[in-house]
């Protein structure tokens, strides 16, 4: 990797005015920039107390200079900080001094970039610090927290360097044709294979779990018209969001809300009642509740708790794709006898509020999924991550099967195309384009 020609500047604080606010600088023009601004060398990681100068050697402000000398900084170039007081004025002043000397204004996640480019962490991790500093809360902090030490990272480097093993195993028995793969060590070979890919299904669970933390869980509320979904939304939601009348059909479209249950974002949408007939602007609302469940991580299957059988019979064609389902028995006040809890069926009054923080435990539960046995614990994934595991996961069993029946060329091609899979999350195969892509997401300063 060539060094980066030009240094970078931006404002690394939030806007807005604060007791302290930084300018960051990265490149090879910092520490001279730097010098100018300060009217001083400044010696490296130590605080300094400067002047920070304009043009014409008036004072914007003083505060502390750092100079982090590269490699031995955030970027791996040579880094220097200037803090100075917060107003968002003199940050400015001091980026358009340090501009007018040689910097340019960095692109959102460019330090970040910088630092990846220079190996001082990869792919995953520098994602996990913008997962860091957006985390809504102590348990998605840590999650991130511990992506960024390299959890998550290590575990996807292990499993990449046993398939990358398996494969150079394989490519070398090709090369020895007349020989039968059992007498090259086939039994061996084939166990390996398949203890990496336990290793690769037991992480895509707990990378599912990342991400749902990070991204929320997405519920959809389903039910025939009246079972009470639209109360089960506002009760969840503890507002009056959606609109609750007892006219079979009034929720035509799609509601959304988010609710934070301890630490997990549940994206709830409410849907149109799912029945046959209704009139078209009903009927697209039923298209798109479909859509919804095409896409949801949960279903939560409203019934009325005095037919939940009917319920049921009317919106089972539906969850038929759906991974998890809770029923949800609804107006369990009417009832004369509430039963007792049971797997994946709770009871509940929405109007009333009865038995919700029951609902709250299983929806907490049920939506985070199970961690993998013997996995370490929490950390922070994306979508991207959980669905390059994916690939590697199919292309890991493809190989296998293609073991299974001596097709060595083509287990190898599988095994080299699950071990890129699995680069793309850490960024050790990536593509300029999708470099591109996860940094612009970041913000300016990082
Ligand atoms: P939706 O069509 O499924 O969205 O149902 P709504 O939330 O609009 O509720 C339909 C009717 O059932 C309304 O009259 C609500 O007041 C009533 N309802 C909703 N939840 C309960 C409940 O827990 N107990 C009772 N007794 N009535 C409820």
Redesign the pocket.
Known sequence: MTPAQDTIVAIATPPGAGGVGIVRLSGPAAQAIAATICARALSPRRACHVHFRDADGGTLDDGIALSFPGPASFTGEDVVELQAHGSPVVLQQLVARACALGARLARPGEFSERAFLNHKFDLAQAEAIADLIAAADARAARAARRSLEGVFSDRVDGIGQSLLALRVHVEAAIDFADESIETLGGEQVRERLLDARRRLEALLVDAERGRKLRDGVHAVIV?P???????LLNALAGSDRAI???V?G??RDTLRETVRLDGLELHLVDTA?LREGGDAIEREGMRRARLELGRADVALA?VDARDPDAGRAAIADSLQDVGTVLWIH??A??LADVPAEDGDHVYV????GTNLDRLHDRLRALAAGPASEGGDGEFSARARHVDALRRAAAHAALAAEHLAHEHLELAAEELRLAHDALGEITGRLSADDMLGHVFSTFCIGK
């Open positions: 039910g018209p009246n079972a009470g979904k639209s109360s609750v009348t007892d079979a009034t929720t009642g409203v609804n107006k006040d009417l009054s929405a109007a009333r």
